[in-house]
């Protein structure tokens, strides 16, 4: 079979998604926001553009929407407040990536404007917040980030009492890969981290290898405990077995994964080889994903039965 000339693989985080958690209004906004998401980044991809900013696209447009955990409805932090991480690479090596940004609407931008930069490849906190002024990206504020059912989540996690390291561990990450038709990869990835954090926590997400990796061999986009995916270096271990020992995405992906349990970490990956095959795989009972190319009809999926 013939791949395909260009291919979009989405996640909007994994967890223990069933279908009695879900109401059936928030299963459809959820499948409405990805299907968003793919239109957005095919449309980047069906023109000839690039993968970069398909990716980039896509993210933006599931920060864009309230019941994904990036952008606006972001969980918060113990204070209450935003914090937000984003990274996004190439396969061509260029990177960027940024931590604890306050008030940009679109993080995803900022890493793109950090990379595109090109001086510095991280950014975090007030200097991020600072680059973003200089550069004249889209501002916004607690009207458009919080939203009333994150502070209810908060405030359901202080009345439990949780103590200094508690944090509510449900991931609603967003990311995605893309190859396009040029066969250059791409991955994007944009987390309000976990609900409650606090002291600067920051997750995988915008570490580079760690959530995000785009090299000459495949890109990689993470969700899940950030604290287990940074200490396995989770999208560089899928890539180095990818470059090094020839596997495919699903294989590659799969032991990365099964290493993430082993260390007791839970949550899902997403990753398109250069050649233009994908992966999606998770450990938890669901994950909010999406895949389209030049070759295949537009799907969203949510629980692991799908
Ligand atoms: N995986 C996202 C985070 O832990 O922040």
């Known amino acids: 079979m013939t791949n395909p000339l260009w291919t979009l693989t989405l996640h909007g985080g994994a967890g223990g998604i069933t279908r009695d958690v879900l109401t059936a209004e928030q299963d459809s906004a959820a499948r409405r926001g990805l299907s968003a998401a793919l239109a957005a980044g095919s449309q980047v991809l069906a023109a000839d553009g690039t993968a970069l900013d398909a990716v980039a696209a896509a993210v933006a447009v599931l920060e864009d929407d309230p019941p994904f955990n990036a952008g606006r409805g972001a969980v918060l932090t113990r204070e209450g407040n935003i914090s937000l991480d984003a990274a996004i690479m190439a396969g061509d090596r260029r990177a ?3 931590a604890g940004v306050t008030a940009t609407r679109n993080p995803v931008t900022l890493a793109r404007a950090v990379m595109d930069e090109g001086t510095h490849v991280f950014l975090a906190g007030e200097g991020a ?3 973003s002024l200089v550069h004249g990206l889209e501002q916004a504020g ?6 009333p ?6 405030a359901e996690l202080q009345a439990a009492g949780a103590g200094a390291f508690d944090v509510d561990m449900k991931y609603g990450t967003v990311g995605a890969v893309a ?7 791409a991955a994007a990835t944009s987390t309000g981290g976990v609900t409650g954090k606090r002291w600067g926590r920051i997750g995988d997400s915008p570490v580079i ?8 061999g495949c890109a990689v986009s993470c969700t899940g405990s950030g604290e287990t995916f940074l200490r396995i270096g989770v999208a560089h271990a899928i890539a180095a077995r990818v470059r090094h020992l020839g596997e495919d995405a699903g294989t590659a992906a799969q032991a990365v994964l099964d290493e993430v349990v082993a260390l007791g970490g839970t949550g899902g990956i ?3 080889t250069l050649d233009g095959n994908t992966a999606t795989r998770f450990s938890t009972k669901g994950m909010y994903r999406g895949h ?4 295949a009809a537009p799907r969203v999926a949510i629980y692991g039965d799908e």
């Open 96 to 98: 960027g990536a940024v």
């Open 129 to 131: 917040d600072a680059f």
């Open 142 to 147: 607690e009207a458009w980030f919080v939203t």
């Open 149 to 154: 059912e994150r502070r209810r989540q908060l």
């Open 179 to 185: 190859r396009d038709v040029q066969g250059h990869v």
């Open 209 to 216: 290898g760690a959530g995000t990796w785009a090299d000459e």
């Open 270 to 272: 997403i990753v398109v």
């Open 292 to 295: 389209a190319s030049s070759a």
